[in-house]
């Protein structure tokens, strides 16, 4: 967004005010934190009139170590009934499985026990912004600063989206879907985690994508193998990256976890009235693995009802690890 600064226009001048929400100790004292109890959604902050986020930075301490697939992020703008941005926090800030994975790259990244994010957040009239906690223990200590222009947003500006999607297992025969969405605007990128049940497998990565943008019959993209989404090649052969627009933050081996993120900052997919975005698990979606997903994507209001999280427990743990080599992922055979 050019009302942001960028290295090609941090020499000119820039006509916002720019403020902060924090989570200072309003009584000058040093507990510059706050607390969420179980169950409990709290507001971190709301911001009337027009404006423009900018950066937001958290550091979140907990006993519970799935807590960063149990802390949902939940961001609305203006008077919407469903939040634009609901997303565990540690996938949104760039990696899955609940897993702290130091790595960073032009929008997010967990840096040495901070997470971080710069992607522009603009809205007209109002911000809302929240934390859900849906864990059994509370987060003792949630620093947060949330940083924003005091500015108003050019009349085509769009609205920034973060969802989260998860099949567990996935459908044989069924693509899984990262994105569906109704509206004008464009696709920005994901984070996609996959876990396969058979240890050691690697197969899951013969899966394409396919995006389908407004009237499509036939995919505008069709894609030549997952890690070739990602940027990456030959099964990720080399271990793991993090780079400006691409990388991979987790890459677990043994148990067949894999955590990737490709963001379409230099290259975004436009649509005019709707966008769906699937990958194959494996190829020819062969496979039945654990899929979860967050996908970022600017568009006009009202958005539609996906990423919507269920209230069930097992739509956010993460499923560990499993002592035998047997699936639930059943590979079916081609007995033509």
């Known amino acids: 967004m050019k009302l942001l600064g960028s290295p090609d226009s941090i020499y000119k001048s820039k006509n916002w005010k720019t403020k902060q929400i924090s989570s200072h100790d309003p009584s000058n004292g040093n507990a510059d934190y706050v607390t969420v109890e179980p ?16 950066r937001i930075w958290f550091a979140i301490n907990s006993e519970d170590e799935n807590i960063l697939r149990y802390l949902l992020l939940r961001f609305s703008w203006e008077d919407e009934k469903t939040p ?47 934390v859900e906690n849906r864990s059994t223990h509370p987060v003792t200590h949630l620093y947060y600063n949330i940083e924003y222009h005091d500015t108003r947003p050019d009349e085509d500006t769009l609205y ?58 036939y995919p505008s993209i069709i894609g030549t193998g997952t890690e070739d989404y990602f940027q990456g090649g030959w099964f990720w052969n080399t271990g793991p990256f993090h780079a400006p627009y691409h990388g991979l933050t987790v890459m677990d081996e043994v148990n067949s976890r894999y955590s990737a993120y490709r963001l379409h900052i230099p290259d975004p997919i436009p649509f005019r009235n709707a966008i769906s975005v699937e990958i194959e698990h494996g190829h020819a979606n062969m496979l039945q693995q654990d899929y979860s997903s967050v996908a970022y994507w600017y568009q006009t209001e009202p958005h539609s009802g996906f990423g919507e999280i269920s209230d069930e427990e097992s739509y956010l743990k993460p499923i560990g690890t499993k002592d035998g080599a047997y699936l639930m992922s059943e590979v079916v055979q081609d007995t033509e």
């Open 39 to 54: 169950g409990e959604t709290i507001k971190l902050g709301e911001i009337k009139g027009s404006g423009v986020i900018s």
């Open 84 to 130: 634009s941005v609901y997303a565990p926090v540690g996938d949104f800030f760039g990696a899955g499985f609940a897993e702290y994975v130091h790595h960073f790259n032009a929008m997010h990244g967990m840096t040495s026990g901070g997470f971080f994010s710069y992607w522009p957040m603009p809205f007209k009239e109002k911000a809302v912004l929240e």
């Open 160 to 217: 920034f989206h973060c969802k989260y999607n998860r099949e567990n297992p996935t459908e044989i025969d069924q693509n899984y879907t990262i994105l569906k969405a109704k509206g004008r605007g464009h696709y920005a990128g994901c984070v996609l985690n996959m876990q396969s049940y058979d240890k050691g497998s690697l197969l899951m990565l013969q899966g394409d994508e396919f995006i389908n943008v407004d009237d499509d019959e």
